[in-house]
Every structure is written in structure tokens, then in C-alpha cells.
Nanobody
Framework: QVQLVESGGGLVQPGGSLRLSCAAS????????IGWFRQAPGKEREGVSCISSSDGSTYYADSVKGRFTISRDNAKNTVYLQMNSLKPEDTAVYYC???????????????????WGQGTQVTVSS
């Protein structure tokens, strides 16, 4: 059974930083595209960032560009999302996801991903 497990969420003050982890089991993570999504209360799930399987190309939503960095540690079979200069509007449950049919593409639409982690809560508040 494919499994993704997120960790690293928590409560942080505006301007602070967090690093989220997405650990994969039962598949080799660097063979597949991994996306990070978030969902705030009452809002749709939105794509935040993505790292491609082919050459490690990275993509970011405009709202997080310049503040968030996605990376991959193949030895640990883990993808990270470094989040800096956090804002209250970044508050959400963050999920990582993958799908074995994406190839090297990095779609921002959540319905294109079949496998999801359980999510980790990020709260940005003073």
C-alpha cells in the first residue's frame, strides 16, 4: 500500500518559518512527481508547490513564490517544503500527494493525484 506521511506543521508567528516533510513508503519517491497542496477552512484545496520526477523541476503558486522552497532527499525518500516569511493567510492543512501516471508533469489540480497523505496543520498567528 502506497503511503505518504506529512509532518512538521505547527503554530508559528507571522514572519516565522516551518519545514514540512513528506515521507514516502512502499515506493521510490524520486521516480514520481510530488505535489504539495493546502486547504483552509471553507476553501477549496489549492496547489502550493510541486517537484517533477524527471529533472527535479520545481513549481510554485504565485502566492508562495519567493517564500516557499520544495526539495527532495532521495536517500531519505522524503520531500520537504521549507516555508519562510509565513503569513496568516498561509494557515491551512497541508497535504502532499502523488500519482503514478503523471510522468514529469506537475499539475496544480488536486483531482489529478490519487495518493494523499493525512495532512499536517499549519497555523500562522500572533
Amino acid at each position: 500500500q502506497v503511503q505518504l506521511v506529512e509532518s512538521g506543521g505547527g503554530l508559528v508567528q507571522p514572519g516565522g518559518s516551518l519545514r514540512l516533510s513528506c515521507a514516502a513508503s512502499r515506493f521510490t519517491l524520486d521516480y514520481y512527481t510530488i505535489g504539495w497542496f493546502r486547504q483552509a477552512p471553507g476553501k477549496e484545496r489549492e496547489g502550493v508547490s510541486c517537484i517533477s520526477s524527471s529533472d527535479g523541476s520545481t513549481y510554485y503558486a504565485d502566492s508562495v513564490k519567493g517564500r516557499f522552497t520544495i526539495s527532495r532527499d532521495n536517500a531519505k525518500n522524503t520531500v520537504y517544503l521549507q516555508m519562510n516569511s509565513l503569513k496568516p493567510e498561509d494557515t491551512a492543512v497541508y497535504y502532499c500527494a502523488t500519482d503514478f501516471s503523471l510522468g514529469s508533469s506537475c499539475p496544480a489540480r488536486s483531482y489529478e493525484y490519487d495518493y494523499w497523505g493525512q495532512g499536517t496543520q499549519v497555523t500562522v498567528s500572533s
